[in-house]
């Protein structure tokens, strides 16, 4: 038994779904701590490809319990859309997919005030997602939320509602000359979704301690990655959630000393999606090759990834920060046509090396990576499932890397299907 986290530790898009969904064949259940649809986790067995945004990496297996936590943000609709998206496809939920009670619902205003938001930033833009992320988490801390208890109690829901329609319907008038729908039209929304998912609502909190406490294996699922975490990542081009490790203490309601294990999930190499700094960008044809071969556009909102090569010294914070026992390592088979390879080993600014990752968003940004280069294999490692298979100059760049992050890479990931993965060591 074991309750393991599994988190992002570059920028998002590391690969986490495909990795959740394979550990999920050892675990009983796995709940997702924080973001909303944001993210994308795609997942590929049997030939098909399959992207979820809101419900987690496991319910593609029959028999696992997935929990979409309290620390998440809810957009019915899109929940509604994904729920009726597996039911089109014929994987079967009822009974298997559990919903907090206590997590606060992203309302038609936070979506108008995203993009909104986003229009009037100019050269101070994120790049969200325009999914009312942030808007929605702004509210949760100011205490005027929505929860999905709410969903429970007509008459709840009605008054929060009310309560903050005036409000925000002024500012986005005033601010953005944007007109609010009426609020019985959203409330009818609201209830409209409300039946498809009320019956999932349950206290996932104790649930999920029931579990631990019965010795079941309990995977929690980051969305994001460790650079885009609220506090710890590049503010404020972050997301609006902990989507380090800790956020799955309060995301889910689990005590911290009954955390036993993290795992990372990194890419052999870098990309980022949206603004803000990233110290190992390439803007050459090495970029244009990464993004060809990985077929780096966004799960979510389908925009080119920026791509770079491999940064350590995002790695190695990623390490610190979550605590990362073992490290998953995907799309290696990516690199397989490059003559060299690099890995950002430190960063320099005007000349003087820097300790670590600077807090200061102009110091990261004028952060000039300092490079190891590494002899490219050229030659395919698509699909390999055996590390003594892979070419020498593979295996010298994977134990490089587990060299400069300083933990074990048990799992190498060659290819984006279940099975074609390296295991050379327990990850649970
Ligand atoms: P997540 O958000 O961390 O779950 O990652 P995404 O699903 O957004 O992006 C990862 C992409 O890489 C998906 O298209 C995966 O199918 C794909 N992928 C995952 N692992 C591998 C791998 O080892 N090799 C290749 N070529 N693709 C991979
Ligand atoms: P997964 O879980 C990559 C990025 C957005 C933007 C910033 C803020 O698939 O790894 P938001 O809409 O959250 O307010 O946008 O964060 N972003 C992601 N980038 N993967 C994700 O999720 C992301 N979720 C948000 O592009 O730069
Ligand atoms: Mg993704």
């Keep these: 038994m074991s309750v393991c986290v599994v988190v992002g530790m570059q920028w998002g898009d590391e690969g986490k779904g495909k990795i959740i969904d394979l550990l999920t064949e050892k675990a009983d259940v796995v709940a ?5 649809h944001n993210a994308g986790h795609t997942i590929i067995f049997d030939g098909n490809k399959y992207i979820l945004h809101l419900i987690p990496s496991a319910i593609f297996r029959p028999d696992k319990i997935c929990v979409i936590g309290n620390g998440v943000v809810i957009d019915p609709a899109a929940l509604s859309e994904e729920m009726q998206m597996l039911k089109d496809l014929g994987f079967d939920y009822e009974g298997r997919l559990l919903i907090s009670d206590r997590a606060n619902i992203i309302l038609p205003y936070h979506r108008i005030s995203a993009l909104q938001k986003e229009g009037a930033s100019g050269s101070r833009k994120i790049g969200t997602t ?4 942030g808007p929605a988490y702004s509210d949760k801390i100011a205490r005027v939320g929505l929860r999905t208890c709410d969903f429970l109690d007509e008459s709840r829901l009605q008054e929060t509602l009310r309560s903050n329609y ?3 319907k002024k500012i986005l008038k005033n601010l953005y000359g944007e007109n609010l729908p009426e609020l019985g039209e959203i409330v009818d929304q609201m209830l409209s979704h409300r039946d498809r998912f009320v019956k999932f609502i349950v206290n996932t909190q104790s649930f999920l301690r029931d579990r631990i406490a ?3 294996t309990i995977l929690c699922e980051g969305a ?9 990542g590049t503010y404020p081009f972050v997301t609006s959630s902990n989507s380090t490790a800790g956020g799955a203490c309060t995301g889910l309601g689990i005590p911290p000393a009954r955390i036993d294990r993290t795992l990372g999930v990194i890419k052999a190499y870098t990309t980022r999606v949206g603004e803000g700094p990233f110290p190992t960008e390439l803007h050459d044809d090495y970029g244009e090759q990464l993004r060809n071969d990985g077929d780096e556009f966004g799960s979510t909102t389908g925009r080119p990834r920026r791509c770079g090569w491999f940064d350590a010294v995002v790695g190695k914070y990623a390490v610190e920060l979550n605590g990362i026992d073992a490290v998953a390592l995907t799309k290696i088979d ?3 046509q490059l003559d060299t390879i690099r890995v950002c080993t430190g960063y320099r600014h005007h000349g003087k090396v820097v300790d670590g990752l600077p807090a200061s968003l102009p110091v990261l940004e004028q952060c000039e990576p300092v490079y190891t280069e590494y002899p490219g294999w050229q030659q395919s490692t698509s699909g390999i499932r055996c590390f003594d298979e892979l070419p020498d100059n593979a ?6 890397l587990q060299d400069h992050l300083g933990v074990e890479i048990p799992l190498i990931s060659t290819g984006p299907g279940r099975e074609e993965t390296i295991l050379r060591g327990e990850l649970l």
Excluded: A, F, P, S
Excluded at 32 to 36: A, C, E, H, I, L
Excluded at 224 to 232: A, S
């Design 32 to 36: 997702r701590y924080q973001g909303g």
């Design 130 to 133: 325009g999914r009312g992320i």
């Design 166 to 168: 005036e409000e925000k």
């Design 214 to 216: 019965e010795g079941k």
């Design 224 to 232: 994001q990655g460790t650079m885009l975490d609220i506090d710890h």
């Design 334 to 336: 990516v690199l397989d």
């Design 395 to 400: 295996k010298r760049y994977i134990d490089g």
